[in-house]
């Protein structure tokens, strides 16, 4: 579950956003994949692997992009 803290005429008030199942982190989905972080980071630098998601300012992957990549095969990430 993520917290977002705003601002609003000097007084905090507390947003809080639930993420969606099939939407991952970079680390979720590394674990998802069965590789590593840094493995996803160099496929991302290379313009290969799968799919990247903007959610507002985070690099997110979407579950079904990931299962894609992977019915696809990692033949692109040179494996």
Known sequence: MAEVV???H???RLI???KPDDLL???EAAAY??????SL???EKAGIGPKITVFGKRKMYLR??????????ERDAGH
């Open 16 to 18: 809080t956003m639930n």
């Open 64 to 73: 079904r992009d990931l299962d894609d990549y992977r019915r696809k095969g």
């Open 25 to 27: 982190t970079r680390r």
């Open 10 to 12: 000097g007084s905090a």
């Open 33 to 38: 994949l069965g590789r590593s972080v840094s």
């Open 6 to 8: 705003r601002v609003q």
């Open 41 to 43: 980071e160099r496929w």
